[in-house]
């Protein structure tokens, strides 16, 4: 099992996007009841398209990261960071299909009981999909440097 050491040292970013994304959640469901279930059916619809762009993006990144894998230093590419950063797309492909499924389940199930119980999950992926995509482009920035780096070596 990791230690907390491990887990700090790697994941701290992707559990700091995490909480923030479960605080700002949570305060919004108790600052202001029934924000989130007042949402619109068309607003879920929306969501539901964003985060399936979302997921478009982050393939498309995904890819252009395969592409400059030849470019990086092999002693990166085999380290742990570089593990951590291929983990995150796959967390952020995850929480952004599974907000894409959630949120039109929200939409076919508009003023259901349903409701209630899955639009503040979706809104958390939401914002969870959103923090990790900005991880995401920060690690891109570094790997591109990275890149940039060794070829001009």
């Not at 279930?37 to 398209?49: D, K, M, V």
């Amino acid at each position: 099992m990791a230690s907390f050491e491990h887990l700090r040292q790697f994941w701290y970013r992707q559990m700091t996007i995490a909480a923030i994304s479960l605080i700002a959640t949570v305060l919004v469901v108790l600052l202001v009841p029934g924000a989130i279930e007042g949402i619109p059916q068309t607003g879920f619809e929306a969501l539901s398209g964003g985060l399936a762009t979302l997921l478009g993006l982050t393939f498309t990144a995904f890819s252009i990261l395969t592409t400059f894998m030849p470019g990086l230093r092999r002693d990166f590419v085999r380290s742990q960071t570089f593990a951590v950063m291929g983990v995150t797309f796959v967390l952020t492909m995850a929480a952004q299909m599974a907000g894409l499924s959630v949120a039109a389940i929200c939409f076919v199930f508009y003023r259901k009981p349903v409701l209630g119980i899955l639009s503040p999950p979706t809104v958390f992926l939401a914002l969870f999909s959103i923090g990790l995509m900005a991880e995401l482009i920060s690690y891109m920035f570094s790997l591109f440097e990275m890149a940039r780096q060794s070829a001009s070596e």
